[in-house]
């Protein structure tokens, strides 16, 4: 296997012309490099220069060597150099729960030219979130449904409406868009308490006068495929529902239309110019502002 070291000698040696002024330049000796072209050209089977009266003429596999090994060792530079960016990059923690962690952040860092590195710290709950900001244990977070404090800011990221997961053949699945009168006589599979998602819906249900049903789903399991087993019902953010990829499950809009959640960055006050660097850019999610939100 060709080594680096190998290509850098042969390519100082075509540059300059000369075994003689690459040998200085490499700070070897002329017989040891005129050694390790031999041993290069011995290596692959093939003649890589001819030496002539007036230096050196590469042959046929030589130009292309030359051009080859030149790219190798440009891009090896440019690599060595934009990992030496990163020891003057500070790492900033971000804190985000797991459907945001996994459907929104990946494609928002990645399209950001961010002078840190992000390490994202995913927990279930809000609450843990903002306690885990509050100790210092991270920087900022993105939580739902957040009211500020004293001691933690809220910057409004965006909001979204959460979505009826069903399996196809569910009585429900003929309907569109289904209101809350016509789903809340179903039991509904959710994580288990406390949970985001369902404080949302006791919120919905307090409104209308109405007590839903839960069956407890684990942390650690896929409510999705407990709806798919059991024949239930489930509510989704509607970003996690746009990467779902499955022909089994139905996704229907909800009745009220305001039945969601707002995204929020919390952070406190000293980490105010990190958050603004990151979340610069105008709002293109917003579907509605935070005021009129839950308007039923």
Sequence with gaps: MLTMNQLKYFVTTVQLGSINKAAKVLYISQP?????????????????MERTYRGIELTEAGRYLYNQATMILDKL???????HSFQHKKTVRIGALPSIANYFLPDFLQNKKLSFIP??????????????????KIDMAIVQDFDETLSLNVFHLFTERYVLALPKNHRLSNLE???????ISYPIYMWHDPSDLRQSLRILCNYYKKEAVFIDVPWNESLLAHILQKKGITFIPEIVSKHLKTDELEIKSIKP???????QVIYKKEKKDIVSKIF?????FDTMSVQSYFPF
């Excluded at 868009?177 to 789903?183: R, S, T």
Aim: charged share 25%; with cysteine.
């Design 32 to 48: 040891a490099l005129t050694k390790q072209i031999i041993k290069l050209e011995e290596q692959i089977n093939c003649k890589l």
């Design 177 to 183: 868009p289904i209101h809350f009168h016509d789903f």
């Design 77 to 83: 530079k440019e690599t060595e150099n934009h990992l």
């Design 280 to 284: 610069t850019e105008p709002n293109i």
């Design 119 to 136: 390490k994202v710290l995913v927990q279930d709950l809000t609450q843990m979130l903002a306690n885990s900001v509050e100790e210092g």
């Design 257 to 263: 239309s305001s039945f969601g959640r707002k995204i």
